[in-house]
């Protein structure tokens, strides 16, 4: 395991990771949180996000307890015994107020970009050669229903992701993972659509419903598309065969999140399918 924590600190191989202090944070949780909440930092790199974290001209106040970088390298801003200032107004379940309730996760990302003649452009007019195409589950964050351009999420940076959830879980008990857009929607976009949650919790949880052995088959004769997001407007990964076995995750309307199996009935990949061409 490459990650580890010790005394609220992750550390990373054996070496604690690199710290970069927030200016500001509101002090130790009262009790420790189990929930996470994802975001995306809207910024160049992980390290101008956490020099942000300790600007004096942060004037939100803003700050997370870690950020992942797009080539997986993390800084810790804020320690895990102390709430971070990365929810603002947000409300989930019966809480509300999530930085005294929930560690904040920050990944580098652009989130949201806007269309040129030439291709999809950061805010801050970085071209993102392929773009993630889709709609945000609130609606998008400048209106309309078509699909707009998204930075993806490097393996690398999901891959550091998971494992430090994981390690998250292991010490802290984090039960529950949700974006700033499910705590604040229509405020936030973050993580956003070329976020992979489900895949997130699959990988962090497993199948926590105990339903694990109920597979179902792709039927059609013609194959399946497997897609990004759950609707015939988000991309196809690829074309499932039929007789594909597959793991449900869970349901948006007709639309299934599935874990997509091989022959020794190993996880080979996930995304979305139309559940009324699965065998019941
Ligand atoms: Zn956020």
Redesign the pocket.
């Given at each position: 395991m490459a990650f580890s924590i010790r005394n609220h600190h992750l550390w990373r191989d054996g070496r604690s990771v690199e710290a970069v202090k927030a200016r500001y944070d509101s002090g130790p949780f009262a009790r420790t949180p189990k929930i996470l909440v994802v975001?995306f930092t809207g910024g160049s790199s992980g390290r101008s996000s956490a020099e942000w974290f300790r600007a004096p001209d942060n004037t939100a106040k803003s700050s997370a307890h870690l950020v992942i970088d797009r080539d997986g390298s993390v800084i810790q801003c804020v320690d895990f015994d102390t709430a971070a200032n990365?929810a603002g107004r947000s409300s989930w379940r019966d809480l509300s107020g999530l930085n005294q309730h929930a560690f904040g996760i920050e990944l580098a990302n652009w989130g949201d970009l806007y269309p040129y003649a030439d291709g999809w452009y950061s805010e801050a007019g970085v071209r993102i050669a392929n773009p993630f195409m889709g709609v945000h589950k609130n609606g998008n964050p400048h209106g309309g229903a078509q699909p707009i351009g998204w930075e993806p999420y490097p393996e690398i940076q999901f891959a550091a992701l998971v494992e430090i959830v994981q390690r998250l879980v292991a010490t802290y008990g984090i039960d529950e993972i949700v974006g700033?857009d499910d705590v604040a929607p229509t405020r936030?976009w973050?993580p956003g659509p070329a976020f992979n949650m489900a895949r997130l919790r699959y990988e962090v949880f497993g199948d926590r419903a105990g339903d694990g052995d109920v597979t179902r088959t792709v039927m059609p004769v013609s194959g399946l598309n497997l897609r990004r997001g759950p609707g015939t407007a988000f991309d196809t990964i690829r074309l499932l065969p039929q007789g594909t076995v597959v793991r449900p995750l869970e349901q948006n309307g007709l639309w299934l999140s599935v874990s997509v199996l091989d022959a020794a009935g190993e996880p080979v990949d996930t995304g979305w399918v139309h559940g009324a061409y699965l065998s019941p």
């Open positions: 975001h990365h700033h936030k973050d």
